[in-house]
């Protein structure tokens, strides 16, 4: 929370600082301001629909940037679909599933299906009692984020958020 009152403070002064024609600046400074915003989300702060309803209706022409905010101390916004694997499960993909495809869309945990019984491990077919299970990887909710750096104290935070309506 602190972090993000800082970055307002940053945002109001360089906003007030911007001369009128940095129309994108202020703009990219509204959208970042708006996607770090967690507790509520964009969604529930009007005053954030106009610039994130833009920033929506302009991802979809061909050519589409990204808004920026130097001020702002932001990097480049990113997008993860998938969210991270449980305990003891990794990423992995339709390809080690004989399936094709790259994105790491399920889990996979491998484990050792005999415990303590040796007897069973010594006469099963090929000498191993491995084990593989897969699921599907969870989907994000809020898929989209940005990191932003604390110039004060050089911390990296990642905010989540997403693009629906």
């Not at 507790?39 to 702060?45: A, L, V, Y």
């Not at 003891?88 to 889990?107: F, I």
């Amino acid at each position: 929370m602190r972090t993000l009152l800082y970055i307002a403070g940053l945002l109001v002064i360089a906003m007030i600082a911007m001369p009128r024609n940095a129309v994108t600046s202020e703009w990219g400074c509204e959208v970042l301001l708006c996607a770090s915003s967690s507790n509520p989300s964009w969604h529930g702060i009007a005053e954030c629909h106009p610039p994130m309803e833009r920033l929506i209706e302009a991802m979809s022409h061909p050519g589409f940037s990204w808004p920026t905010c130097p001020e702002g101390g932001a990097g480049k916004p990113g997008y993860e679909q998938y969210a991270d694997c449980p305990e003891g499960w990794a990423p992995t993909s339709k390809s080690e599933l004989g399936h094709g495809g790259l994105a790491l869309s399920y889990c996979i945990r491998r484990g050792d299906s005999c415990g303590s019984n040796q007897w069973f491990k010594s006469h099963s077919d090929n000498g191993t009692c491995s084990e593989t299970e897969y699921m599907a990887r969870p989907v994000r909710s809020d898929p989209y984020y940005v990191d932003i750096t604390d110039a004060t104290e050089g911390l990296v935070s990642r905010h989540w958020f997403n693009l629906a309506r």
